[in-house]
Nanobody
Framework: QVQLVESGGGLVQAGGSLRLSCVFY????????MNWFRQAPGKEREFVAA????????YYADSVKGRFTISRDNAKNTVYLQMNSLKPEDTAVYFC???????????WGQGTQVTVSS
C-alpha cells in the first residue's frame, strides 16, 4: 500500500516563497511518477508539476514555469515543491499524488493549504 504525507503549506505574502514536502510510504517508490496538483476554491483540481523517479525528468504547468521547482530525494522517499515568486492566484490546497503517468493521480495525500496574500 502507498501512503503520501504532505507538509510545508502556510500563509505567505505575494512575492514570497514556500517549500512543500511529500513523503512516500511504500515499497515501490521507484515505479512511480510523483505529481503535485492544486485545487483553489470553486475550481477544478489542476496539475502543477511532476518528476519521474527513474530519469528525473520534470514537467510543469505553464502557470508555474520559472517559479516552481520540483525535486526528489530518493534516500528520503521525499518529493519537494519549491515555490518562489508566489502570487495570490497560487492560493489553493496542494496535493501530492503518485502515479504511473504524468498528470495523473493513483494515490493521493491529504493536501496542504497554501495561502498567498496580496
Amino acid at each position: 500500500q502507498v501512503q503520501l504525507v504532505e507538509s510545508g503549506g502556510g500563509l505567505v505574502q505575494a512575492g514570497g516563497s514556500l517549500r512543500l514536502s511529500c513523503v512516500f510510504y511504500g515499497r515501490t517508490f521507484g515505479s512511480y511518477v510523483m505529481n503535485w496538483f492544486r485545487q483553489a476554491p470553486g475550481k477544478e483540481r489542476e496539475f502543477v508539476a511532476a518528476v519521474n523517479w527513474r530519469d528525473s525528468n520534470t514537467y510543469y504547468a505553464d502557470s508555474v514555469k520559472g517559479r516552481f521547482t520540483i525535486s526528489r530525494d530518493n534516500a528520503k522517499n521525499t518529493v519537494y515543491l519549491q515555490m518562489n515568486s508566489l502570487k495570490p492566484e497560487d492560493t489553493a490546497v496542494y496535493f501530492c499524488a503518485a502515479s504511473i503517468a504524468v498528470g495523473r493521480g493513483d494515490y493521493w495525500g491529504q493536501g496542504t493549504q497554501v495561502t498567498v496574500s496580496s
